[in-house]
């Protein structure tokens, strides 16, 4: 199992597939920086993910742009050719647990995104729950 967090590209669509099968299409990017040895020139690395998520179609709601989120799945690369003949590549993430870490701002403006409470989304029905009642 594979672990990414990213920032959500754009809103979450649910595709139908044949035979009534739902699934949450979306993309997250994770951005990273580092300096090189002998510069103080800092270079930003963004690496994008095709993410899918087959198991609850709700969490689409809160999948939104801007929103920040930790994935749980499987990482797989693909090749394509393009309509024109360029040669590419896709990284994409087969989503089996999501963690949303804080909400997309509701306004537009792309100010900070909002903390999340604890809230997952996951396939997984017998993880142990939270008890708020223990005594320490």
């Known amino acids: 199992m594979q672990q990414i967090t990213g920032k959500v590209t754009a809103d979450a669509t649910i595709k139908t597939l044949e035979g009534g099968k739902e699934l949450v ?16 020139e800092k270079v930003e690395i963004a690496t994008f993910f095709n993410c899918a998520y087959w198991f609850n179609t709700n969490v689409a709601k809160v999948l939104r742009k801007g929103a920040v989120v930790r994935l749980d799945g499987r990482l797989s690369a693909r090749g394509y050719t393009s309509n024109t003949g360029d040669i590419g590549a896709a990284l994409d993430f087969h989503t089996n ?17 909002k903390p999340a409470p604890k809230a997952e989304a996951s396939n997984k029905s017998d993880q142990p729950q939270e008890n708020d009642d223990l005594p320490f």
Request: cysteine-free; overall charge neutral.
């Open 25 to 40: 299409s979306f993309s997250i990017v994770d951005n990273d920086s580092y300096k090189r040895k002998d510069s103080d």
């Open 97 to 113: 647990y999501i963690k949303v870490l804080a909400y997309a701002p509701k306004d537009g403006t792309g100010a900070s995104a």
